[in-house]
Structures are given as C-alpha cells and as structure tokens.
C-alpha cells in the first residue's frame, strides 16, 4: 500500500514557477511508477508527467515539454514536478499518483491518489 500527499501549489504569475511535492508512505514506494496529473474545472483529469521507478524511464503530455520536470527521491519516499514558465493554461488541481508496471496516460490505471493541490497561474 502507498499513500500519497502532494504539497506546493499555490497562486503564481505567469512565467512564474512552482515545485510541487510528493510524499509517500510505506517502504515500496521505489517500486512504483510516480505520475502527475492534473484536472481543471469542467475539464477530465489528464496526464502531466510520469516516472519510472528507477528514474530513468519518463515521459510528458506535450503542453508541458521542455517546461516541467518530474524527477524523485526513493531514498525520501518523495517525488516532484518542478514548473517553469507557467501559463494561465496550467491553472488546475495537480494529483500525483503511483501503480505497479510501466506508466501509463489513463487516470483509472493508477492505483494509488493524493489528494490534489491546487495551482492558480495569474495573467
């Protein structure tokens, strides 16, 4: 079992940046795939980023690239996205999430939810 708490969010301006944070419990975590996703209002939940368990292994929705990067600590038990030149576009609640196998796009394939945090981009 992993339970997962993301913190970091907040109100930013645009071309602003944000590092949110992951944190996991239970002693596995390292064996679990880390993504990020995101959900704005009226809008389904979509794919921001992913992480293999090793690190080596990543992958980002293309509204993103060359913008955010997803690294992690298993030593920490803690992942992060880290924001640059964000957009009113990013305004959302950010969830991190955690599944057994390779990473995927789709939110029902993850097994393991944080709570959200949000993160407003000002104009």
């Known amino acids: 079992q992993v339970q997962l708490v993301e913190s970091g969010g907040g109100l930013v301006q645009a071309g602003g940046s944000l590092r949110l944070s992951c944190a996991a419990s239970g002693r596995t975590f390292s064996r679990y795939t880390m993504a990020w996703f995101r959900q704005a209002p009226g809008k389904e939940r979509e794919f921001v980023a992913a992480i293999g368990w090793g690190g080596g292994i990543f992958d980002y929705a293309d509204s993103v690239k060359g913008r955010f990067t997803i690294t992690r600590d298993n030593a920490k038990n803690t992942g992060y996205l880290e924001m640059n030149s964000l957009k009113p576009e990013d305004t959302a609640v950010y969830y991190c999430?955690?599944?057994?196998?390779?990473?995927?796009?789709?939110?029902?394939?993850?097994?393991?939810w944080g709570q959200g945090t949000q993160v407003t981009v000002s104009s």
């Open positions: 999430a955690a599944r057994s196998g390779i990473y995927t796009y789709t939110p029902k394939d993850y097994n393991y």
